[in-house]
């Protein structure tokens, strides 16, 4: 029953990421019906993004309470009303509306199955799920695509992904049975009955602050570089506006393949050793990328760096914290991540506009720097200090 758990989990990573980049591609043909300026779509992210942080914080809770299995179920029905809503919203306040449940049902589910998967699951199996989220993040735009080019507007694309959500609901709701006999009678866990933590208990455990910040600071960065790189290469290196789109979207391509290929490189290293050498990874292609002839190298490197931190960091989250705390843990890693991603690259934004976006790779390489930093301290305070015996399968 076991092995029929896991393609569902690898479904409902496919199905988080489909619509992670629907707004991107929609928003161009969203914002001229609606008749409201394009930055507009920064205040539906804003929203979407506070939900996603506030139901992290909530995750352990709300676990505790329901399980896994059902948690998933009703965060992904929630998402699956929240882009129906989208679909038959004909006013910019609508979208805020309906922006409210998206943000919650994106977060419960990102927390819960990641902690699931790091109780139950070996490491490649966190880099597998994580490159299916990328998979479904490729898909979206496709799927919007389709639907504009086949004139059903982008009303229709949101509704495409809307039944796709929907049809995923029914198979979770079909297999909790699933959820429930892995959790309960081979895990090799004790049921969790203690007392859900709050936020001042969370940051008490020693290293919790650490990985936070860790996660932040990874999130920062590649959220950073997603969105600006192509601005990057136009301004400063002078490459033409549809290259500079094609070269950066290597970057992506780089996260996505570097997650199947550490699925295969987990079983030999350590959750640790990986991500120290995704770091690594990253500050070489932040050196490639002050070149200008080969800094879509860089990008490549950068994008190969990212690939193991996320999923690695995650999985390690139970040995670092022990299987009792790992839930309320990632939760707060995950509003973290959130917050990196919303907050860095309005940041470098006004950087660009005041000072100068050729300090693009300088902001980037001051975050890995107190991403590395982090990452060690983290390591010296859990007592993990010796990565290579720590084996992360």
Not at 76 to 105: D, E, K, Q, R
Not at 216 to 228: D, H, K, N, V
Not at 295 to 310: D, M, V
Request: proline letters at 4%; glycine letters at 8%; a positive charge.
């Amino acid at each position: 029953m076991f092995q029929l758990l896991l393609p569902i989990i690898y479904l409902a990573f496919i199905s988080l990421g489909l619509p992670d980049s629907l707004l991107g591609s929609a928003w161009p043909s969203m914002y001229t019906t609606m008749n409201v300026p394009i930055s507009y779509a920064g205040i539906v992210s804003m929203i979407i993004a506070a939900g996603t942080i506030i139901s992290s914080l909530f995750t352990d809770r709300l676990t505790r309470k329901l399980s896994t299995g059902k948690l998933t179920a009703i965060s992904v029905a929630m998402t699956a009303l929240a882009l129906f809503g989208f679909s038959i919203s004909s006013s910019f306040w609508m979208l805020c509306l309906w922006a409210i449940p998206y943000g919650l049902g994106a977060g419960s589910v990102d927390a819960s199955l990641n902690n699931y998967v790091a109780l139950y699951y070996s490491s490649r199996h966190m880099s597998w799920l994580h490159c299916m989220w990328g998979i479904g993040t490729s898909i979206g735009p496709y799927i919007m695509g389709f639907a504009l080019t086949n004139g059903s507007g982008w009303h229709m694309g949101y509704r495409y992904i809307s039944i796709m959500q929907i049809v995923l609901t029914f198979i979770l709701i079909i297999s909790l049975s699933l959820w429930k006999d892995k959790a309960n009678n081979d895990s090799g866990h004790p049921q969790n009955t203690s007392a859900p933590l709050s936020l001042p208990a969370i940051l008490k455990f020693p290293g919790a602050k650490e990985a936070m910040i860790t996660f932040f600071c990874y999130c920062a960065l590649e959220s950073t570089t997603g969105l600006w790189a192509s601005s990057y290469l136009v301004l400063h290196n002078g490459v033409n506006s549809e290259t500079a789109a094609t070269y950066a979207s290597l970057f992506y391509i780089g996260i996505t393949i570097g997650r199947g290929v550490t699925g295969f490189v987990s079983l030999k290293f350590s959750d640790a050793q990986l991500t120290r050498l995704g770091q690594v990874m990253i500050v070489i292609g932040i050196l490639v990328l002050l070149t200008p002839y080969i800094s879509i190298a860089g990008l490549i490197f950068i994008g190969l760096g990212c690939a193991p931190i996320f999923p690695c960091m995650l999985h390690a989250t139970p040995t670092h914290f022990g299987y009792d705390n790992s839930q309320a843990i990632m939760g707060a890693q995950m509003a973290c991540s959130y917050v990196g991603t919303c907050l860095m690259p309005p940041i470098f934004g006004l950087i660009a506009n005041h000072i100068n976006i050729a300090l693009f790779p300088l902001f980037l390489f001051v975050i890995i720097v107190l991403m590395i930093f982090m990452h060690t301290k983290l390591l010296h305070k859990v007592g993990k200090k010796d990565a290579a015996t720590i084996r992360s399968h």
